[in-house]
């Protein structure tokens, strides 16, 4: 991997002034709730949440599930819901007791998204069902003509609450929230395997066409789109008006969006092997971007100027993973089953634990514990 450098002059006056105009702050979506309703925690899809964790946590308990699991959990009112891929969702509690159980029966890759107490999660048929957490029953489902692999977000639409999400029928979906009648949908050039990010009124989206589409929320249209390197797999991640995206051999880019168009675009991040699978969602901070690169390295780069700051060699390769910053820390997880906490600043390794099992999922963390779970049902809670 290359981390690729250049005079940053003008691109620092760029980002001073979109500071001082947008008039908005990158504060993350979800926090302070005591939530972690969303894939990757908030609907920037940024990775990071402002909770503090101890240096050394303590595995406070496990439960193992049935199946094994191709998704990442979420946590609402303090319960960890995840769905296996024989289509059952399980609801854990604080204390590691099973507390909702429901069953698709039918397929489940997918990450689910929780909100006003409702469960919503796409399956391997096509369809993106609601379910009440409450009453534990389905309150709607909407079918589309191909698989759905990405957790939804949640946003307004032409100004209706949506639900919105990909499909591998090359459209990208916006559902009315209470009812899941169709709102709109937007084409892709091919399938979409990742979430799509949002941020003010832009929905962002990548395909595996290879293109990054902006659409504009308030009035439906698209407004803007970049072609990458090779196709896009994972999701993006924005804050404020700077958007990263992975493309499949490894490449990172910075898009610089103002007013739902693409105003600057350069590859903070060279792929080395092209060849190469890359499915992780950069994690960012205030000042810095997390990645794990197809040299087994978890890097931290600075965003003002491309540079590293520090990196960390993991031990083992970070398949669909993706790190998480709390504060002063990053939560990074290997494919061979290892959990690192790692100081923010420096990339010191403060704490590690070995789980015996490959994971694949993005940690999930509220105040005072996070979650890890492993391709084989089982899942971790660790706390002070």
């Known amino acids: 991997m290359k981390i690729l450098t250049q005079s940053w002059s003008i691109h620092l006056l760029l980002y001073i002034a979109l500071i001082c105009s947008c008039g908005e702050t990158s504060k993350p979506l979800g926090q302070g709730d005591g939530n972690w309703g969303l894939f990757r925690g908030n609907a920037q899809l940024s990775g990071y949440t402002d909770v503090h964790l101890a240096s050394h946590p303590t595995l406070l308990w496990t439960y193992k599930s049935d199946a094994r699991v191709g998704g990442s959990p979420v946590v609402y009112h303090q319960t960890a819901y995840w769905c296996n891929k024989r289509g059952r969702v399980y609801g854990v509690n604080i204390n590691g007791k099973l507390c909702f159980d429901y069953d698709f029966a039918t397929a489940v890759d997918a990450t689910p998204m929780i909100a006003d107490s409702v469960l919503y999660?796409?399956?391997?048929?096509?369809?993106?069902?609601?379910?009440?957490?409450?009453?534990?029953?389905?309150?709607?489902?909407?079918?589309?003509?191909?698989?759905?692999?990405?957790?939804?977000?949640?946003?307004?639409?032409?100004?209706?609450?949506?639900?919105?999400?990909?499909?591998?029928?090359?459209?990208?979906?916006?559902?009315?929230?209470?009812?899941?009648?169709?709102?709109?949908?937007?084409?892709?050039?091919?399938?979409?395997?990742?979430?799509?990010?949002?941020?003010?009124?832009?929905?962002?989206?990548?395909?595996?066409?290879?293109?990054?589409?902006?659409?504009?929320?308030?009035?439906?249209?698209?407004?803007?789109?970049?072609?990458?390197?090779?196709?896009?797999?994972?999701?993006?991640?924005?804050?404020?008006?700077?958007?990263?995206?992975?493309?499949?051999?490894?490449?990172?880019?910075?898009?610089?969006?103002?007013?739902?168009?693409?105003?600057?675009?350069?590859?903070?991040?060279?792929?080395?092997?092209?060849?190469?699978?890359?499915?992780?969602?950069?994690?960012?901070?205030?000042?810095?971007l997390y990645i794990l690169a197809d040299d087994r390295n978890l890097y931290a780069i600075n965003r003002s100027n491309g540079s590293t700051r520090w990196k960390y060699l993991q031990k083992g390769d970070a398949g669909e993973s993706s790190p998480v910053v709390c504060g002063n820390k990053v939560i990074s997880c290997t494919k061979n089953g290892f959990v690192s906490l790692l100081d923010a600043s420096s990339g010191k390794l403060l704490w590690e634990y070995d789980t015996g099992e490959p994971i694949t999922a993005s940690p999930a963390v509220i105040q005072g514990y996070f979650y890890i779970l492993t391709t084989k049902g089982t899942l971790f809670c660790f706390g002070s």
């Open 121 to 288: 999660i796409g399956r391997i048929d096509g369809c993106m069902t609601a379910v009440s957490l409450v009453e534990q029953d389905t309150l709607w489902t909407f079918e589309t003509q191909g698989q759905i692999s990405a957790s939804p977000n949640i946003g307004t639409v032409k100004g209706k609450q949506a639900i919105i999400f990909g499909s591998y029928d090359n459209y990208l979906y916006c559902l009315d929230k209470a009812t899941g009648k169709l709102i709109s949908r937007y084409p892709s050039g091919y399938y979409i395997n990742g979430a799509t990010a949002l941020w003010s009124d832009c929905l962002v989206s990548g395909g595996c066409d290879a293109w990054l589409r902006i659409i504009n929320g308030t009035t439906g249209v698209a407004t803007d789109s970049l072609q990458l390197d090779t196709y896009i797999p994972a999701s993006p991640a924005i804050d404020g008006n700077y958007c990263y995206i992975a493309d499949h051999s490894g490449n990172v880019y910075e898009v610089i969006i103002v007013d739902g168009r693409i105003s600057e675009s350069k590859k903070m991040v060279a792929a080395t092997d092209n060849d190469g699978t890359f499915v992780a969602v950069p994690a960012l901070s205030p000042q810095v």
